[in-house]
């Protein structure tokens, strides 16, 4: 039996996964409501394949509940933001989690940690919780570290062919919680220590937020210099060993503007660059909003109700708006008074979230002289032809109407 603790983003796809390939699996989550509506057959998260994958764990008996039960596996899948002013990792809901298991495993259980956290969290943290309750770990009660590795929107086939890392105390129970993983997961599972397992997944994270940094200082420098940042990004990676990405309004989600910063504040005189490439990304949304503004002097707009957000998520074509540029420059524009005049839509939000929310693109489109594309959702790419009487601000180089302004 497994009993996954926190049905989010990548709590409900790990459950609803293991089920459907045969584990025997329960969900728990605090959140009453979430675990009603996944008992009626709601599901709270938009994903291709999710769905089917429901029906075919509920096939198999899968069950949510907001109780902890007995198993012999706990796999934890809880937020792990990062403090404001440390900017070290907040583990107080994994903390809580493992206090919530604790008095309901049977001997011999094992914890599976599959939050991101920093390298040593597990140590600092989740051993003396543990150590409090009297058990003894290696014999009690296992521990275990397994970072999820997918991303919203390609969920089900990451799961399915990611390779994955299991850290552990033990190579025994390493290898146990490999072939559980093996029921489903077609790649490569390395069994490692904790220690370089939580090591791991930060440093992935960073890698990509700082390559991110830099094509987005790129962009800033282009755009001093009146250069083309995309025609210069695709000359410079027609060289073999360059990769560069492409720049963005900022970075959002769960893990790319957090894991970094658990880095930073752990080792603050160690990680100078990981520190400013942070900075950089963090600094976008306010650099778009002043070049939003350059663009409203430039074509004579004066009135800001007559500008449009496209785009509230982090990423293209799904749901989640954690952290989201978008968000983030909504909040910087509330600051200045005038973020409740902007107007914002995207495809992908059914419910009002903000003020001046819309939820069709024609009303949305007619209501805004200028579009600013934040996110590249396959919508406004097959209507492209809606915004050619309109100032366009792209933010994702998708759009090549003439007049088209970009980073």
Wanted: hydrophobic share 40%; aromatic share 8%; net charge negative.
């Amino acid at each position: 039996m497994v009993n996954v603790v926190g049905l989010g983003y990548i709590g409900l796809p790990t459950l609803l996964m293991m089920a459907a390939h045969g584990v025997e699996a329960v969900g728990t989550d605090y959140k009453r409501e979430r675990v009603e509506t996944l008992n009626v057959g709601q599901l709270p998260l938009k994903e291709e394949g999710l769905e089917e994958l429901y029906q075919e764990a509920r096939k198999n008996g899968v069950l949510f509940t907001t109780e902890y039960v007995k198993a012999d596996t706990y796999i934890i899948s809880v937020p792990t933001p990062y403090e404001e002013i440390t900017k070290k990792v907040d583990a107080s809901y994994v903390v809580t989690a493992v206090r919530s298991v604790l008095p309901v495993c049977d001997k011999g259980s094992v914890i599976v940690i599959e939050s991101t956290v920093s390298p040593g969290t597990i140590d600092t943290y989740i051993r003396p919780v543990i150590q409090e309750y009297g058990l003894v770990i290696g014999e009690d009660v296992h521990l275990a570290h397994a970072p999820e590795r997918i991303i919203p929107g390609n969920m089900i086939y990451e799961l399915l062919h990611n390779d994955r890392t299991i850290g552990a105390d033990d190579p025994v129970i390493g290898e146990k919680i490999k072939s559980l993983y093996s029921f489903f997961c077609q790649g490569t599972i390395t069994v490692t220590s904790i220690r370089a397992a939580e090591m791991s997944k930060v440093v992935e994270n960073t890698f990509r937020d700082i390559n991110i940094a830099y094509a987005n200082e790129l962009a800033r420098i282009c755009h001093e210099q009146d250069l083309d940042v995309y025609e210069i990004i695709r000359i410079a990676n027609q060289h073999p060993r360059v990769n560069i990405l492409s720049p963005g309004p900022g970075v959002g989600g769960h893990c790319i503007p957090i894991d970094p910063w658990f880095l930073v504040g752990d080792f603050p005189s160690l990680t100078h660059v990981i520190k400013a490439a942070r900075e950089v990304n963090d600094s976008m949304p306010e650099y778009v909003l002043g070049r939003v503004s350059e663009v409203m002097n430039q074509c004579g707009i004066e009135d800001v109700s007559r500008v449009g957000f496209y785009g509230l998520t982090y990423k293209a074509d799904v749901d989640d708006v954690r952290d989201s540029p978008t968000l983030q420059m909504l909040s910087s524009l509330k600051r200045h008074l005038c973020g409740n005049r902007v107007k914002i839509y995207d495809p992908m939000v059914d419910r009002d979230i903000v003020p001046n929310q819309y939820h069709n693109l024609d009303e949305f489109l007619q209501a805004v002289d200028l579009v600013v594309i934040l996110v590249d959702h396959q919508e406004i790419k097959e209507n492209m032809d809606k915004l050619e009487n309109k100032i366009v601000f792209d933010t994702r180089h998708i759009c090549r109407q003439d007049g088209v302004y970009y980073l």
